[in-house]
């Protein structure tokens, strides 16, 4: 394992052990230097919750850039033959992936999550606020853009994904978990290590290039963390609060942005410092107490450039 620069890391274990914050392990990518490491536990793969929204997000701007399909796009357009409801005619990618698209269908509400339809609950549902008006965060609309990839592609999101993400990062059959109907679910579900994670933010970092090729178009990964909307009412914490973008978190710290997964699963691009920071974990109470020790205890380490 790569131990150049590990004391940069000495703050923030210590602070994990004294705080219990129920870390598994951090990974520290800086430009020019050898990757950091620090395991707590074995570098298995580990559930990203809805850090696996950002793989999403990025799968819609591949299909954009292959021309299968436009942000602006109606998604009840993508699925003829489902019926929907009246309002649903507006809601388009962009809203899904900013999560502004009015609809009630989150999967969080009673029985959402073991509908054995989520596609068919998502556009039957009648929107009770506008399309574009209001974020309201919802698992149902990360599941409906995998629905849109495939719709679009013949190919299921992580087989989509498979020759175009995962294979260039060297990740080898990742492992996302399905909803009744065989569809990879989107929002949550998928599986990576901690090393693995930490390859889609330093893709984002580079504005989606990988090595000598260009995964996801440079303009697109701008978009996802510039593109955000008012997410203020959301959380009394000032992390879940600072905006939201294309299935990605804005930062309280300056021009940072974020994969977040639910428990304090992390991957986040600090730009300032052409760095990346990710975090596997288990914490149910207050997760972002993990992005406030990196705040305070590894940040300051870490020149701007």
Excluded at 63 to 84: C, K, S, T
Excluded at 94 to 104: A, D, I, V
Excluded at 213 to 226: D, N, Q, T, Y
Aim: with cysteine.
């Amino acid at each position: 394992m790569p131990t150049t620069d590990a004391s940069l890391l000495t703050g923030f274990r210590l602070r994990t052990v004294e705080r219990n914050l129920g870390v598994y392990g951090i990974h520290l990518h800086r430009e020019g230097h050898e990757p950091v490491e620090h395991r707590f536990r074995s570098d298995d793969p580990v559930h990203l919750y809805s850090g696996s929204k950002t793989f999403t997000a990025v799968a819609v701007g591949m299909a954009q850039a292959e021309g299968l399909l436009d942000l602006d796009d109606a998604v009840v357009g993508f699925f003829p033959e489902h019926p929907h409801a009246d309002g649903t005619e507006a809601i388009t990618v962009r809203h899904l992936l900013q999560m502004t698209s009015g609809s009630p269908f989150t999967g969080f509400g009673p029985g959402q999550a073991e509908e054995p339809d989520l596609l068919g609950a998502f556009l039957t549902a009648e929107p009770v606020a506008e399309p574009g008006s209001s974020f309201r965060y919802s698992n149902g609309s990360s599941y409906v853009l995998g629905r849109v990839v495939h719709a679009v592609s013949g190919q299921d999101l992580r087989d989509f994904l498979l020759p175009r993400l995962f294979e260039p990062l060297g990740i080898s059959n990742p492992q996302w978990m399905r909803c009744p109907r065989g569809y990879s679910l989107g929002g949550v579900g998928l599986h990576l290590r901690s090393s693995e994670f930490a390859r889609l933010g330093q893709l984002l970092l580079q504005d989606g290039r990988w090595e000598d090729s260009e995964l996801v178009p440079a303009g697109f990964v701008e978009r996802m963390r510039s593109d955000v909307v008012d997410c203020s009412d959301f959380s009394e914490d000032p992390e879940s609060s600072a905006g939201y973008g294309y299935q990605v978190w804005r930062c309280t710290v300056a021009d940072a942005w974020r994969a977040d997964g639910k428990y304090g699963q992390f991957a986040v691009v600090l730009p300032r410092h052409r760095a990346v920071v990710t975090i596997t974990a288990h914490r149910e109470s207050a997760s972002n107490d993990i992005l406030r020790a990196v705040w305070e205890d590894l940040l300051p380490l870490l020149p701007e450039v």
